[in-house]
Nanobody, 124 residues
């Protein structure tokens, strides 16, 4: 059974950086599309970025040029590099995985496997 564990969140000042990690166990991720999502207090969950099994990527408009998704299939890991962080990036970040289609979708209904989340707080 696929399990996902996020890490790397924390408190950072505006303009700072973090690297979030998503570690998978139970299956190998090389055939999976991975999505990163976030949910801020009182707000709906948003799709932030996704990477397909073939390495195609997509990003929500507000993070393009600041966030970078990548994967290391040998380590069964997916990463989200967060640069130039803004207070509005504050949220719990989740990774999710699914292997039914090779597209970098950020639609949360597509994913059936979710991690528990890691909190990112951007504040001075």
């Amino acid at each position: 059974q696929l399990q996902l564990v996020e890490s790397g969140g924390g408190l950072v000042q505006p303009g700072g950086s973090l690297r979030l990690s998503c570690a998978a166990s139970g299956v190998t991720l090389d055939s999976y599309t991975i999505g990163w999502f976030r949910q801020a207090p009182g707000k709906e969950r948003q799709g932030v970025s996704a990477i397909s099994a073939s390495g195609r990527t997509d990003y929500m408009d507000s993070v393009k040029g600041r966030f970078t998704i990548s994967r290391d299939n040998a380590k069964n890991m997916v990463y989200l590099q967060l640069n130039s962080l803004k207070p509005e990036d504050t949220a719990v970040y989740y990774c999710a995985a699914e292997n039914s289609a090779n597209v970098p979708t950020m639609a949360d209904y597509y994913y059936n496997n979710w991690g528990q989340g890691t909190r990112v707080t951007v504040s001075s």
